[in-house]
């Protein structure tokens, strides 16, 4: 069994996050939970029992950490969870800026422990709040966003630019990168500085990566019969859109749709709404923290 609920962190918070989301499993000693996640921006993972076995190829999934890291990911992660308690939060690439600040390309594709390297470590305390036994999960997410809200102080340098490729790279009428330049103001070659740094990867990659994204998203939640249906308006083809399915998740479209999702079918939407790819995008979580 996987359950998992979202809470919308307060107003000021997302802009650098994404919807905080505790997930509870429960599976017979010794019995796992198989899925892959789809490419994304770095995310950090808190667990509370059964440390998550993962890997960015399928066979090669080894035990992580409590407090598990991974850099932002050209790949699908391959993953196993055990019966435990798991909470999720996507660090937005102005979140990166703002509480990293190591060049995001030097931590692309890699899974780490958080608590032994900074500046990663910062957010431990973030684990013992999770390890509590006797205080409710909507007290843990309060708990959570406090504590986030006391480690924001000023916006990062290029603040207004980085927060603006993130909003064109959720818009699909963003189909080239003079496109997102001219949507974010700067010239080509200063784009191209700014998606490495913070985002990870060349602006061009990063608007392939976002149609991938909303293609798979359009078939696990619109329609899971056929691929052709759910393909993003910019791919000139269902061949091409294999070729890059093929390299973004190692395994082909027949393939992944044949695959039971425990995991992607509870978090998925919500998911796939903080990245801006749904027709969902400017609903609301189930539960949002109030402001104090």
């Not at 078939?219 to 269902?238: C, H, P, V």
Request: a neutral charge; one cysteine or more; aromatic letters at 12%.
């Amino acid at each position: 069994m996987f359950k998992g609920k979202f809470y919308d962190l307060n107003e000021d918070l997302r802009p650098y996050f994404g919807t905080l989301i505790s997930s509870r499993i429960a599976y017979a000693e010794g019995a796992s939970a198989n899925d892959v996640l789809y490419p994304g921006p770095a995310e950090m993972h808190f667990v509370k029992g059964r440390v998550i076995r993962a890997a960015i190829e399928a066979n090669k999934k080894q035990d992580t950490w409590p407090f598990v890291v991974t850099g932002p990911t050209s790949r699908g992660i391959y993953f196993s969870v055990y019966e435990s308690e798991v909470w999720s939060l996507t660090l937005r690439p102005l979140g990166w800026a703002k509480y990293i600040g190591i060049p995001a390309t030097q931590l692309t594709d890699q899974l780490f422990n958080g608590c032994g390297m900074e500046p990663f470590n910062r957010f431990s305390p973030i684990l013992e709040m999770t390890a509590s036994q006797y205080s409710s999960h909507d007290r843990i997410a309060e708990w959570i966003s406090d504590f986030l809200r006391e480690q924001a102080d000023e916006p990062p340098a290029q603040a207004d630019q980085i927060l603006a490729c993130q909003q064109a790279l959720h818009d699909p009428d963003t189909s080239t990168v003079a496109q997102l330049a001219d949507k974010v103001g700067i010239p080509t070659r200063s784009l191209e500085r700014l998606c490495a740094r913070h985002f990870g990867f060349p602006p061009k990659f990063l608007l392939r990566r976002q149609r991938f994204l909303r293609s798979i998203s359009q078939f696990m939640l619109e329609s899971r019969k056929n691929w052709s249906e759910a393909l993003d308006g910019q791919y000139f083809d269902q061949a091409q859109f294999v070729r890059e399915f093929r390299k973004f998740m190692h395994l082909t479209p027949r393939e992944f749709a044949s695959m039971p999702h425990p995991v992607l079918d509870v978090v998925l939407k919500q998911r796939m709404t903080d990245l801006g790819a749904t027709k969902y995008a400017n609903s609301h979580p189930r539960r949002a923290l109030e402001e104090n």
